[in-house]
């Protein structure tokens, strides 16, 4: 038998895209996320490839958020989905940067050029509160000793 099934007409098409919208990207579930950004530097240059870690305070209440240091020093938090932002609460931040290099045309991660100083939540001492709105995070300016 050949029948047409209806969602391939056009008001079968754009019923189906209808009801798809609301899980799409900027969907109502993002509402509750804030856009947030900052600069990661380290002794003076940017820090390019680190990746930078939110971790809520209450972990019960609130879903961590992540992002990668960019070449100028930059870096965009996401949650769910890219550069989406974070959930407004408190977080401590963890970064961490392994030095990567090439051997046998293969890339090979090595040790935390920070010394493993802000990869942990309790010890990194680095911290940030997210509000409703734009959000603006301090450039982080790290050293190690």
Not at 28 to 41: I, T
């Amino acid at each position: 038998m050949n029948r047409r099934l209806p969602c391939r007409t056009p008001a079968g098409i754009a019923l189906a895209l209808a009801c798809l919208a609301p899980m799409s990207c900027g969907g109502s579930g993002d509402s509750d996320l804030h856009p947030v950004h900052g600069e990661v530097f380290f002794n003076g240059k940017p820090a390019s490839g680190a990746a930078v870690h939110f971790h809520p305070v209450d972990e019960e209440e609130g879903s961590p958020a992540y992002a990668t240091v960019q070449d100028d020093g930059s870096f965009r938090l996401s949650t769910r989905g890219t550069f989406d932002g974070a959930e407004a609460g408190d977080y401590r931040v963890t970064i961490s940067w392994p030095k990567e290099e090439r051997i046998e045309g293969e890339l090979v991660y090595g040790p935390d050029q920070l010394g493993d100083r802000y990869r942990n939540p309790e010890t990194s001492n680095l911290k940030f509160t997210v509000v409703a709105g734009e959000n603006e995070v301090p450039r982080f300016d790290l050293k190690v000793e």
